[in-house]
């Protein structure tokens, strides 16, 4: 194909908007990981083949896009432009919703019900999951087909590019990224703009061609931003590369995307082959003179990766570990030059910023005070909520609107206990901080961190001794063990709460923790050692009595520690025999219509009594 000027891009926009103005609605079928696990691709061609045997092809179009954001709900068909909401949709639903588009009605039982008034919602936008959201980094998510070039050209894709490549000088493209305050999504919240300038200069001044690098190594437990963005919108991360790249003078780029990324690698490989195609990547890019690459490189899926200077040697062919951390990438990065890494989502803010201008991303988010954290953040919200999913909240935000407002709140009317912030080496924080506003500072000073953006929901019946244990044990399979610190600590920390999780805890246990946090926290040799007691230390915090409870007592409050808890059938039993028929070990006797026993030392307190009974004739002490 002809390789595009800016005033082709353009016309490549108005002629896809009018083709797509043609139809009368489009169908879009939600392609990301979670739907098309669930079957969306199937749904997706029984779409075409029922549109095609009814001559309606020409009439409604199916586009297979992105991740939703709902994904509790998925699979999730959107009817665009009325912005008909649709979910768990089945291939039994079909022919009804193809009868509905032709009627003007709605299929009523594939609607989202609000959970309080029990009423369903026909609309995407009037459900309170999509309501304080503010989308940028995901602006394309649900209405494009990621493998479709000429689909994100029509939502603006590269005028950005373009803008920078004939009207901006590589200092006033900096300056506005400075100026727009966007600091890093990938956990660090370091200035995107000044680690520019860094390079930038650096290069200059040593004679030395830079590199851009994209981080989408995601390794957080339930975390799914990073892969979600490329999947939906790949072109979003490839151009803010391309005009990162020009600023700083980067011929060559890499995208370090982990193996377990099938969908999102395949849609990247075919948005860089598109972009390549167009003139967007290569030489002489849209007649400018620039020229620049991106390569991928696929990450094992090591933890420690997504640190920049173990992922820079990991590209490197070296071993994923990092060096001392008063090097920085920014001088002396991949083989040596100027190097920058950025994050996925950080990349696909950079053609907004372009595209509105520094001064209207920066007057979004948490903006009051010295340090401002501007700007929108995608959350993935998993755990014990109602809502799971991906969300793009503005910085400030609070912890109960995403919760409650967003999230919807707790199930089975259980309370709400904590929630883990900023991955494996985040925080867990209590009720009390339910108001705490969600930035880079604010999260920090609260004893968690914003991470990459992992929001893990915990409700009453979460142990948080085992919690803190379960991150410590990832961490300590994830540490690359170069150095002392990180690799004993991580070792001792799991050894002492596997001790006191199976009531073996000692009086100076807990001193003895916050002592090994320390000398991690000031001797480990990367972020991941210096954090990684940060789960150890905020459930100490605020759940200081639970920790107690096992130690002193040899009790576990939430009823999970297997070796301080017993199974017991309380005179609620009526003898329906369900618990006895569902156990693996035949712990459980009794005849029917009579209360039931449960023999101690069979019970191997596997819970699934207590999920079977229906009558709530379980309890666990």
């Not at 990367?526 to 009790?555: M, W």
Request: hydrophobic share 35%.
């Amino acid at each position: 194909m002809k390789k595009l000027t800016p005033d082709q891009i353009e016309i490549i926009q108005d002629k896809r908007i009018n083709e797509l103005r043609k139809y009368k609605a489009s169908l879009m079928v939600c392609a990301g990981t979670g739907c098309v696990s669930a079957g969306s691709l199937t749904l997706k061609e029984l779409l075409d083949n029922k549109l095609k045997k009814k001559g309606l092809q020409d009439k409604y179009l199916v586009v297979p896009t992105g991740c939703n954001g709902f994904c509790a709900q998925g699979p999730i068909l959107v009817i665009q432009p009325q912005g008909i909401f649709y979910q768990k949709v089945s291939s039994e639903d079909i022919t009804d919703i193809i009868e509905s588009l032709e009627n003007g009605t709605y299929v009523e039982r594939l609607l989202y019900k609000d959970k309080e008034s029990e009423i369903s919602i026909p609309k995407m936008e009037n459900i309170k999951f999509f309501g304080k959201q503010k989308l940028i980094a995901l602006r394309n998510k649900g209405i494009i087909n990621p493998e479709n070039i000429d689909d994100s050209i029509a939502r603006g894709a590269y005028l950005s590019l373009a803008k920078v490549l004939h009207q901006m000088t590589q200092e006033e493209i900096i300056e506005e990224v400075k100026k727009s305050e966007l600091r890093g999504r990938g956990g660090g919240g370091f200035l995107t703009g000044l680690k520019w300038e860094v390079s930038y200069k650096t290069g200059k001044d040593r004679n030395k061609t830079p590199y851009i690098i994209c981080n989408a190594d995601e390794g957080d437990p339930g975390a799914f931003m990073d892969r979600s963005i490329v999947e939906a919108d790949p072109h979003a991360v490839i151009e803010g590369m391309t005009i990162g790249a020009r600023a700083i003078g980067a011929s060559e780029g890499f995208v370090y995307i982990r193996k377990e990324y099938p969908l999102a690698l395949k849609r990247l490989r075919i948005a860089i082959k598109q972009a390549k195609d167009y003139g967007l990547l290569g030489e002489n890019i849209l007649n400018s003179g620039f020229n620049f690459e991106t390569h991928i490189h696929r990450g094992a899926g090591a933890f420690v990766c997504g640190e920049s200077t173990a992922l820079i040697a990991s590209i490197g062919g070296k071993a994923g570990e990092p060096i001392a951390s008063y090097i920085y990438p920014a001088e002396t990065g991949f083989r040596n030059n100027p190097t920058i890494v950025n994050n996925v989502e950080t990349w696909a803010n950079i053609p907004v910023i372009i595209e509105k201008g520094a001064d209207w991303f920066a007057s979004i988010g948490s903006i009051e005070g010295s340090k401002k954290s501007t700007g929108t953040k995608v959350f993935s919200l998993v755990g014990d909520i109602e809502n799971t999913g991906l969300v793009e909240v503005p910085m400030g935000i609070t912890l109960r609107e995403i919760i409650y407002d967003i999230g919807g709140g707790i199930p089975n009317g259980r309370d709400f206990k904590a929630i883990q912030t900023g991955g494996p080496s985040g925080g867990c924080l209590p009720k009390i901080h339910l108001d705490l506003r969600i930035d880079f500072d604010t999260l920090t000073e609260a004893g968690s961190m914003m991470g990459s953006g992992g929001l893990i929901v915990m409700d009453d019946k979460t142990c948080m001794v085992d919690i803190a244990k379960y991150f410590i044990d990832f961490l300590k399979d994830e540490s690359c063990g170069k150095c002392t610190p990180c690799r004993e600590g991580l070792i001792n920390l799991s050894n002492i709460l596997t001790r006191i999780t199976k009531g073996e805890g000692k009086e100076n246990d807990i001193e003895l923790m916050k002592e090994i946090a320390e000398t991690m926290e000031l001797a480990s040799l990367c972020a991941l050692g210096q954090t990684a007691a940060n789960p150890v230390l905020s459930t100490i915090k605020y759940f200081r009595d639970e920790y107690e409870a096992h130690i002193k007592d040899k009790k576990c409050p939430a009823g999970v520690c297997k070796e301080l808890i017993k199974y017991k059938i309380n005179d609620n039993c009526t003898g329906c025999t369900i618990c006895a028929k569902n156990c693996p070990v035949d712990a459980i006797s009794g005849k029917p219509k009579e209360m039931h026993f449960i023999d101690q030392a069979k019970c191997i307190k596997c819970d699934i009594c207590n999920e079977v009974c229906n009558f709530e004739a379980i309890t666990v002490e």
